[in-house]
């Protein structure tokens, strides 16, 4: 794959990764990114079972994961009163064990190009390239793009979403646990250790009604006040620490809150166009990451003997 030119779209997890093993394979890689800077909000992403040996294979990198990994030592569910019921620890294998860190929720870069053409918006020389890879997530229009589709098709709701945010103080008390509380309507929250000293904060919902869908995507769509309105609505009286967290999210710097999705498309390919990551198969939680990961790798592995010029000939 020596001097094979490879633009990458998108860089958070996914994004990144793929730079660094079609760098490690010898290809001339572009990474493109409409975000500005990192945002460190979000929420806690596991990387686990062959996620972990990807990530050790990527020097340096186990070492960057765990001086950012967060706290958090079990979860403890909790009833309405906060009374423990039921307590999950670490599985103590290292192996299997998920390391913490901090995903960043980007923006997509929109691009214009033909088969292997891209035009930049920022003014960028246009250039030409032999494999383009998506890397910009479950909203990807780079897919919409490359497969010629819209940027909804092969979007499968789970008819959830779920909001993310930190506090500016702690209202659990000190602790190395994270506590998860379940109101009825499908209120799950969760509360957890941050590195800064704080509250990580999950409100999360599933199950919902297609109009309860259409409200909350009206509410992404405005932003700002209307979304955190509409979660802080549907999570008022849910009881155990939920109003507090609500004036804190009210005030939150780095609210995010997002529809949970499954993506599943009919190929991750076309010519020299791939899908890695959310954008081509996302998962609807808790696998995203290693996912990315592996496929990157194998990529990687496999891509030592792909002759370009023949694949991007195939139907």
């Keep these: 794959m020596s001097g094979i030119k490879v633009l990458v779209i998108g860089a958070s997890v996914a994004g990144p990764t793929a730079a660094y093993w079609m760098s490690r394979a010898g290809c001339r890689v572009t990474v493109v990114e409409r975000c500005t800077q990192l945002r460190t909000s979000g929420q806690s992403v596991d990387i686990r079972t062959v996620g972990v040996t990807v990530m050790r294979r990527m020097a340096g990198l186990e070492e960057a994961v765990l001086t950012k990994r967060v706290p958090i030592n079990g979860i403890s569910i909790v009833d309405s009163d906060g009374r423990s019921f039921g307590t999950m620890s670490p599985t103590g294998d290292p192996d299997e064990q998920s390391l913490v860190s901090t995903k960043y929720f980007v923006e997509i870069c929109l691009i214009f190009y033909g088969p292997i053409t891209a035009e930049f918006l920022n003014g960028y020389p246009t250039a030409t390239f032999d494999l383009v890879i998506a890397c910009d997530g479950a909203t990807s229009k780079t897919r919409a793009m490359g497969l010629n589709c819209g940027s909804r098709d092969y979007v499968e709701s789970t008819n959830g979403w779920a909001a993310f945010f930190s506090t500016k103080k702690d209202i659990v008390g000190k602790s190395d646990s ?3 509380y379940n109101a009825p309507g499908s209120r799950f929250m969760a509360l957890g250790p941050d590195p800064t000293g ?16 259409n409200e909350f995507r009206e509410a992404v769509k405005q932003g700002g006040k209307s979304l955190k309105d509409f979660v802080a609505n ?5 009881g155990w620490k939920a109003d507090d967290a609500v004036k804190e999210m009210i005030e939150s710097e780095d609210f995010y809150s997002n529809e949970i999705v499954r993506i599943k498309t009919p190929t991750l390919s076309k010519g020299r166009f791939v899908l890695v990551g959310d954008a081509g198969y996302a998962a609807p939680i808790g696998t995203g990451t290693s996912l990315a990961w592996l496929c990157v790798a194998h990529i990687y592995l496999q891509g030592k003997s792909v002759d370009i010029k023949m694949t991007s000939q195939r139907p």
Aim: aromatic share 12%; charged share 10%.
């Design 234 to 238: 549907y999570y008022h009286d849910a």
């Design 198 to 213: 704080v509250n990580r904060v999950t409100f999360m919902t599933m199950n919902q009604s297609d109009a309860h869908m």
């Design 178 to 180: 994270a506590t998860a």
